[in-house]
């Protein structure tokens, strides 16, 4: 037997086990109690419309705010730990390893509580500012050394190329390197967004009021009430609905850049 036509045997044998295990799934599954627990629609139009126009729009709000945050300390770091002066390398070191080492859930904690105790000062917004300024601290760490990357996967002959035109070294970082290396970490950074938008979910830990609560803490509040889980199957509804043509985006961007290099 030839090795194509082997595979090909593989492949069929392995989506005939998928599609029995999942008709096997379908058959053995108590439908009616799911329905009855995760489906009820007399519950799921009583979440509407505070789920989008509280909750959803929340959740946006402080993935962009945490974004944004961390886009510019990202940038920030990602110079400091380029740059030929030691002690701005060893401060963006530090900073990096700690908020990429420590979990984003302590982290949070961390500004919303300790924070507090330990200097007698409240971060402006609250607890939920407390927890944003946490989530921008984690961002940032990651996006650093993205944008790091992404500035060393640029061609050194650019920064040559601009000096010998007459740039300063701040001129060519700001209007060649930079430009050039946000094109290529387009992709990683959307899918950074991806996993902010879902971690604003850890957010709960520094508590949050009626207006405030993102979408998982709304969900979860809606089931803790109801005695039902339909508020929680929103919530994941609501998050796909956002999250995968995030991903899709991602997938194509990726493409185009393959082709285009």
């Known amino acids: 037997m030839r090795l194509t036509t082997r595979r090909r045997l593989t492949r069929a044998?392995?989506?005939?086990?998928?599609?029995?295990?999942l008709a096997a799934v379908a058959l053995l599954a108590d439908w009616e109690r799911i329905s009855n627990q995760f489906f009820r629609l007399d519950i799921a139009r009583d979440q509407f419309p505070e789920i989008v126009t509280i909750a959803l729009k929340n959740t946006l709000l402080f993935t962009l705010i945490s974004f944004a945050?961390?886009?510019?300390?990202?940038?920030?770091?990602?110079?400091?730990?380029?740059?030929?002066?030691?002690?701005?390398?060893?401060?963006?070191?530090?900073w990096i390893e700690l908020f990429r080492g420590?979990?984003?859930?302590?982290?949070?904690?961390?500004?919303?509580?300790?924070v507090p105790i330990a200097f007698g000062f409240r971060i402006p917004g609250g607890n939920?500012?407390?927890?944003?300024?946490?989530?921008?601290?984690?961002?940032s760490a990651y996006m650093a050394e993205v944008i790091r990357s992404g500035i060393q996967a640029v061609p050194k002959g650019q920064s040559e190329a601009a000096?010998?035109?007459?740039?300063s070294p701040a001129e060519t970082m700001v209007r060649i390197i930079l430009p050039q290396g946000f094109r290529i970490i387009i992709p990683p950074l959307t899918n950074e967004f991806v996993l902010l938008l879902k971690d604003t979910s850890l957010l709960f830990i520094a508590g949050s009021?009626?207006?405030?609560?993102?979408?998982?803490?709304?969900?979860?509040?809606?089931?803790?009430?109801?005695?039902?889980?339909?508020?929680?199957?929103?919530?994941?509804?609501?998050y796909l609905v956002i999250?995968?043509?995030l991903t899709r985006l991602v997938a194509v961007l990726e493409r185009r850049m393959a082709r285009g290099r």
């Open 243 to 245: 999250t995968i043509p």
């Open 13 to 21: 044998g392995m989506y005939v086990l998928f599609f029995a295990a």
């Open 69 to 94: 945050g961390g886009l510019v300390l990202g940038i920030l770091f990602a110079l400091m730990k380029l740059s030929s002066v030691g002690p701005y390398r060893w401060f963006a070191t530090v």
């Open 102 to 114: 420590l979990p984003a859930l302590l982290t949070i904690f961390v500004m919303a509580y300790v």
């Open 209 to 238: 009021t009626v207006l405030t609560k993102e979408l998982t803490t709304f969900a979860r509040d809606g089931q803790t009430t109801t005695g039902n889980g339909t508020p929680l199957v929103m919530g994941a509804l609501l």
């Open 128 to 139: 939920v500012g407390a927890g944003l300024v946490g989530l921008i601290f984690v961002a």
């Open 163 to 167: 000096r010998s035109l007459g740039m």
